[in-house]
């Protein structure tokens, strides 16, 4: 039945006219029906597919597959082309946060008219905006015009109503969480606050460990058509694997090690202090393993605020290409860190006789929250080359037994 559905998505698409000269869109008004002087571009379509209430929904995909433009379309900001949509219950995006301020207007005045946009009334919003005001972080310039405003207040603003307003459905393109430190860790809180309380989520995003963690299933669009649709495991995989074929996809690098970093305040924030990679106990670079022989060892320092629970820490080791190859997180084995009244932590971890075959490979450290999905710090800290004797080829050498028996 309907009223079980949250969203219905039945051949939904978006085209557009594109026209070589502004003139053309002049000729096009007075020509005959057969002519035409604009091409077609088709953003996304047609897409067909059913979410269920409490659902999490991942939108995975590359820059320009129609991801946003579908959102758009959910949301009401499109018309489509092509296409219905039915959305029972109300709808709150985070799609280009603030697009909706009207920037001579102050900040209340915005939490009156984005909240009634909502659908809220005006009694709802006399029992919200304090605590809109105090989430947000910005009351010092609540009365102030918005186009005054940072664009970090921007952000946590329009993040606070939005997500204040109890949605029965809440769309969000291309982040878990927003703004930095203290921020961004609350509202990664107040987004799996909403997917406890059963709000259904659609969840676009290029992290697609995230994507797999939060999402029950997980539609996959490129070139604006839908590659696949299911499971999330299943479609992630696949999406993985095309993104490992795709010579243009970007590395999976994502910044240098931080340098040694002072305790945060309490504030909420977390960071990685240092990282410390060893070769059989040598840190002496350039990193030279032999493969099946040498030790790896990394050493990882972090500080974060003693008012957040205990992170976890995370360990990639990718290809010189950024392909991942292996990876292992506290989380997942069930390693419990300390650390002291300052907030200052430290943990290890050994690899043992590596068993990677020769090439060039880089180590990355994560630091996340204590569920391993949001990232508080991440660093890119040291490349390793491997060595071998035998001509051995591929990644890993797996343990193996010959018999003639």
């Known amino acids: 039945m309907f009223s079980d559905i949250a969203l219905h998505a039945e051949g939904l698409g978006k085209t557009y006219h594109l026209y070589e000269r502004a003139s053309d869109r002049l000729k096009q008004l007075f020509a005959p029906r057969a002519k035409t002087y ?164 659609l969840f676009c995003s290029h992290n697609i460990y995230q994507v797999e963690a939060l999402c029950q299933r997980v539609l996959w669009l490129n070139k604006g058509k839908a590659r696949a649709f299911g499971e999330s495991a299943a479609v992630c995989q696949q999406y993985s694997q095309f993104l490992e074929q795709d010579p243009v996809t970007p590395s999976a690098f994502m910044g240098d090690a931080p340098a040694d970093a002072p305790v945060p305040a309490l504030d909420g924030s977390a960071r990685i202090a240092k990282v410390e990679v060893l070769a059989d106990g040598s840190s002496v670079e350039p990193l030279k393993i032999h493969s099946m022989v040498s030790t790896l060892k990394v050493n990882v320092s972090f500080s974060i605020s003693p008012a957040l629970p205990l992170p976890s820490v995370a360990i990639i080791i990718t290809d010189a290409s950024g392909r991942n190859i292996t990876s292992c997180s506290t989380y997942y084995d069930k390693v419990s860190l300390w650390r002291d009244t300052q907030g200052k932590g430290y943990v290890s971890v050994t690899f043992p006789e590596i068993h990677l075959l020769r090439g060039v490979y880089v180590v990355q450290v994560y630091l996340m929250c204590e569920k391993a999905i949001h990232i508080y710090d991440f660093a890119r800290c040291a490349e390793f080359t491997v060595v071998q004797p035998g001509l051995e080829i591929g990644i890993v050498a797996l343990q193996h037994d010959w018999s003639q028996a």
């Open 38 to 201: 604009y091409r077609e571009y088709s953003a996304v379509g047609p897409v067909t597919f059913e979410l269920r209430k409490g659902e999490v929904l991942g939108i995975v995909g590359t820059n320009g597959s129609g991801k946003s433009t579908l959102l758009q379309l959910i949301c009401g900001v499109l018309e489509p082309t092509i296409g219905t949509v039915k959305v029972n219950g109300r709808i709150a995006a985070l799609l280009e946060l603030g697009a909706g301020f009207n920037p001579e207007f102050s900040g209340r005045e915005n939490i009156y008219l984005n909240a009634t946009i909502l659908g809220l009334s005006g009694a709802e919003i006399e029992s919200k905006i304090e605590g809109i005001i105090d989430f947000s972080g910005v009351r010092d310039f609540i009365d102030q015009p918005v186009k005054t405003y940072s664009s970090g207040m921007y952000v946590r603003l329009a993040f606070s109503i939005a997500t204040s307003v109890e949605p029965d459905i809440l769309v969000i393109d291309e982040a878990l969480s927003v703004g930095d430190g203290a921020f961004a860790r609350k509202s990664f809180d107040r987004i799996m606050q909403l997917k406890e309380r059963g709000t259904t989520i």
